[in-house]
């Protein structure tokens, strides 16, 4: 089966300046998370979406980052405006159930540069 | 949080040796898993473990959880060149929570 697509693999972009990342989860898979990773760290959680709903968005920063789930299915994350601290490595998840309880199948990534 | 830390951070052994890290936690857990992270395949799942259990294998991969010390390890028995990777524990229930990882380097 496909696996879980991000696009863009790369993006360079100057701060204060917006940036768009995009999902597409594993076919049939009700749960999404986006993962934020910084280098040389563990990847943290931002946002989690069960089907089009937000089960937990503690951890995301609500001043500049936003995301949405179209349709239960594909997602999109948002920075606007960037700062210097959000390089990293933006990793997208996705599985069949929610949460801890089974194995979360990853996206390659978008690696994110802020000048 | 129930953050698992892994440790050591960096591990270097030659090609055919075990390697062993280990991953402590702090609060009660239902459930923890591995992943391991290279530049080849991303973040990808290795093994689950539940509280009830003690040991698990998987190929050339053997976890333990010992629930009454907070900790489990992971053993890779034979190693080979592929295994050069990060090895991140995690543990949660409602949301899984990543520890920083231990970096693994196989030598020729």
């Known amino acids: 089966e496909a696996g879980v697509a991000q696009s863009p693999r790369y993006k360079i972009i100057e701060k204060r300046q917006s940036v768009a990342f995009w999902c597409n989860p594993i076919s049939g898979h009700a749960t999404l998370y986006w993962y934020q990773q910084i280098l040389g760290q563990g990847p943290k959680l931002l946002i989690q979406?069960?089907?089009?709903?937000?089960?937990?968005d503690s951890q995301l920063p609500k001043d500049r980052f936003s995301a949405e789930r179209l349709k239960g299915v594909d997602s999109t994350l948002k920075i606007q405006p960037a700062k210097l601290e959000d390089s990293a490595v933006y990793l997208c998840a996705s599985s069949p159930s929610g949460g801890g309880i089974g194995e979360q199948f990853f996206g390659p990534g978008t690696r994110l540069t802020v000048l | 949080s129930q953050q698992g830390e892994e440790d050591p951070q960096a591990l270097s052994i030659q090609e055919g040796e075990n390697a062993t890290m280990n991953c402590s936690y702090k609060?009660?857990?239902?459930?923890l898993q591995w992943y391991r992270q290279n530049s080849g395949r991303g973040l990808v799942h290795l093994i689950l473990?539940?509280?009830?259990?003690r040991e698990k294998h998987s190929g050339r991969l053997r976890v333990t959880l010992d629930t009454s010390k907070k900790s489990s390890s992971l053993l890779i028995t034979a190693s080979r060149a592929a295994d050069t990777a990060s090895y991140f524990c995690a543990t949660g229930d409602d949301k899984i929570i990543f520890g920083k990882g231990t970096r693994l380097h196989i030598l020729p």
């Open positions: 979406f069960q089907n089009n709903g937000v089960v937990d």
């Open positions: 609060t009660s857990i239902n459930n």
């Open positions: 473990i539940r509280s009830n259990e």
